[in-house]
């Protein structure tokens, strides 16, 4: 049973993020055989002053 879990930036529509899933679960049954009553998608939206590259929020290096 795979989770794919997507960490994200905030403000994408929920539809464009159901698109995502649904691709990423026919893909899934595609290239792997799973089934997609197997598969769960996770979205974790995060903030960009929460999310740390090279030491420094993101949200500073725009």
């Known amino acids: 049973m795979p989770i794919v879990r997507i960490e994200l930036f905030p403000g994408r529509p929920t539809e464009v993020k159901h698109e995502l899933a649904r691709e990423i679960t026919a893909t899934l049954e595609r290239v ?29 290096q725009r």
């Open 32 to 60: 792997a055989g799973i089934k997609p009553s197997a598969t769960t998608v996770v979205f974790i939206e995060v903030e960009p002053t929460d999310w740390i590259v090279g030491g420094e929020p993101f949200a500073r």
